[in-house]
């Protein structure tokens, strides 16, 4: 199976604009997390979405949001970027509903606000 | 809340030793879920293993297991016979295992440098 997949890879964007970051789970996973790294706060949880409904919201800001489409493929997206918001998002996805826990994470998408 | 703690920033450990990453955690959950996560300077989080907090025996993937003590609140994650290739970050989260509930809570991780 191929792994959980994001793009773009990287990123460089101004303060002010807005940014689209999208995120292809593990075929047959229907739900998909996503999370923000920064050196500072560590690795902190945005949120998650099942089954196109957001199900757990994490402490970020009314700019940070995200869907989900009928495939499990999820965007996010961060409105008004600010310095602050440079950081890595991780995606990760999960079968659900199965008897395994487990997360798997994908490479990620390294955003510079300039 | 959730809480995981790692105190150790950085290890350095020589090649072909065994190594012990500590982990403690802190939650009011009945169950839940323990994981530990390697994070190479690519960026991407490679999972290693999971615990059940209700799983009787240490879980152990490979050259991985986990030291799980329950009453003490920790989940070191214990490398056998460490390779060059095992440096990297190293993070310990938690979950509750309730379905619908799974966000991970990290800790601040590990650094793991192998010495030839």
């Known amino acids: 199976k191929a792994g959980v997949t994001q793009t773009p890879r990287y990123l460089i964007k101004t303060r002010g604009q807005q940014v689209t970051l999208s995120c292809s789970p593990i075929?047959?996973?229907?739900?998909v997390s996503w999370y923000q790294q920064t050196p500072g706060q560590g690795l902190q949880f945005l949120f998650e979405?099942?089954?196109?409904?957001?199900?757990n919201k994490g402490n970020f800001p009314g700019r940070f949001s995200g869907r989900q489409f009928s495939n499990s493929r999820s965007e996010m997206n961060v409105s008004t970027l600010e310095l602050g918001d440079s950081a890595l998002y991780l995606c990760a996805s999960r079968e659900s509903g199965g008897v395994s826990y487990e997360q798997y994470f994908g490479p990620g998408t390294r955003l510079t606000v300039t | 809340a959730q809480k995981i703690t790692q105190t150790q920033p950085g290890m350095f450990v020589q090649e072909k030793e065994a190594v012990t990453l500590d982990c403690t955690y802190d939650t009011s959950d009945p169950s839940y879920g323990l994981f530990w996560y390697k994070q190479p300077s690519s960026g991407e989080m490679i999972f290693l293993i999971y615990?059940?907090?209700?799983?009787?025996q240490n879980a152990t993937e490979g050259r991985y297991s986990l030291n799980f003590q329950k009453a003490r609140k920790s989940a070191n994650l214990v490398i056998s016979a460490s390779q060059l290739g095992d440096s990297a970050m190293y993070f310990c989260?938690?979950?509750?295992?309730?379905?619908?509930?799974?966000?991970?809570?990290f800790g601040t991780g590990t650094r793991l440098t192998i010495i030839p």
């Open positions: 615990q059940g907090s209700y799983d009787q």
């Open positions: 979405y099942f089954s196109e409904t957001q199900r």
């Open positions: 989260a938690m979950s509750p295992a309730d379905f619908g509930n799974e966000k991970l809570t």
């Open positions: 075929s047959g996973h229907r739900s």
